[in-house]
């Protein structure tokens, strides 16, 4: 530790992580529970939650559909029968949104299926649950992998505190990036929440700092001497003039409630308010910098979240979205569905090609454009001349 000694200092700290890893960190203070409770975040946290919604929202949009071995559409198939009302308590679509929000929180996820009869035959299935992985006792060790001593059984932890173990044929295991990098168990996956958790934490506590200063009683501000009086000669404040002034402003008079808001002084003073300048604290550039820090790490493009480009770079970067990030994450989502219940050569997909975004009719367009024309006029935006001009500039071109 030669090197790392001379440019960090001797004194290391270390902690013992929830899941048993070892951590050894030099010259600095580690809290071990910076990552403890991603649900919460995602409750109260704007930015990661309108990340992962935006993410689950697009996802919910695609259609199941069969294929045969020809790439033919099945019109007919029991499994799609079980994702128009995968359970009692969800659709399709809430089904699907919680999926992936499970996924991107903790960056793996179980889909229980419960079945009358065993899980072999698409027809005995009643219901898919969404699991919350860390409610799943799954632990297996790459020694276990490696000799194939995999224990069978699964245990789930319910609200109550009741434990009852299940067999892990009836999971199926999903990994938002990858799995096999937690040294005791290689069953959890990798989080993109627990890689920009920094960012995360960032946007809350800028909002508080800003909640601070707008929340207080008429504005936070500071009272002090005009440099220059109506003579233009130079004026301070004494100390004496200055607990006077804060002897009035804190028992009797102020900004706050009860309190009188007017004061007078004998004294040029000048009032400066932080509210005013507020901007200049930096808190809304330093949310939008974490927040596109964290759309980074979920592939987001920017255009999708700060609507300040073009219409024609938004609709890019929502198709590129889909087909980069969504129809991947759908293959991910069908494979396994693919090869418990299907036959030979048939497939389960999503399809997202009914999205407008990749409409490429040219009559839809001339429509959409003929009826934005209409509303211009309707709401007198434009005048008759101004439309026809409009459309001639189209046709040609």
């Not at 029968?81 to 996820?109: D, R």
Request: net charge negative.
């Amino acid at each position: 530790m030669g090197i790392l000694s001379n440019l960090f200092g001797n004194k290391t700290y270390s902690y013992e992580s929830s899941g048993g890893d070892d951590w050894t960190w030099l010259n600095g203070n580690i809290d071990s529970k910076r990552f403890n409770n991603p649900i919460k975040q995602y409750n109260t946290n704007f930015a990661l939650q309108s990340i992962v919604n935006l993410r689950a929202s697009y996802f919910s949009k695609g259609v199941f559909k069969v294929l045969d071995v020809n790439g033919n559409e099945i019109e007919s198939h029991p499994l799609l029968e079980i994702f128009k009302s995968p359970n009692a308590l969800m659709t399709k679509n809430e089904f699907l949104k919680q999926w992936v929000v499970l996924l991107s929180l903790y960056g793996y996820e179980y889909i229980y299926i419960d079945g009358t009869i065993g899980i072999k035959s698409i027809e005995t299935v009643n219901s898919l649950v969404n699991t919350n992985p860390t409610l799943i006792e799954n632990e297996i060790t790459f020694k276990q992998l490696f000799n194939n001593t995999i224990e069978q059984n699964a245990k789930i932890t319910f609200e109550d505190g009741s434990i009852q173990k299940v067999s892990i044929s009836e999971l199926i295991s999903y990994y938002d990036t990858t799995s096999g990098l937690v040294r005791d168990n290689i069953t959890k996956g990798t989080s993109r929440v627990e890689g920009c958790w920094d960012s995360i934490v960032n946007v809350n506590k800028a909002l508080d700092a800003k909640n601070i200063l707008l929340g207080m009683p008429g504005g936070l501000g500071m009272i002090t001497a005009n440099p220059v009086n109506k003579q233009g000669q130079m004026v301070t404040m004494n100390p004496d003039d200055k607990k006077d002034l804060e002897d009035k402003l804190t028992n009797q008079r102020g900004l706050g409630s009860g309190k009188n808001a007017i004061l007078t002084s004998t004294k040029p003073l000048k009032y400066e308010s932080f509210v005013h300048r507020l901007k200049q604290f930096g808190y809304d550039d330093a949310i939008n910098e974490d927040l596109n820090r964290v759309a980074i790490s979920f592939n987001i493009p920017l255009d999708l979240l700060i609507k300040t480009g073009t219409y024609e770079n938004q609709k890019e970067a929502e198709k590129r979205y889909i087909q980069g990030d969504i129809e991947q994450l759908s293959r991910n989502f069908c494979q396994p569905f693919t090869e418990l219940y299907l036959q030979e050569g048939q497939e389960l997909i999503m399809d997202y090609r009914h999205l407008e975004v990749f409409d490429t009719n040219p009559v839809n367009d001339v429509l959409k454009f003929s009826n934005s024309i209409t509303q211009l006029l309707e709401n007198e935006i434009i005048t008759t001349e101004e439309a026809r001009e409009l459309f001639e500039t189209i046709k040609k071109g």
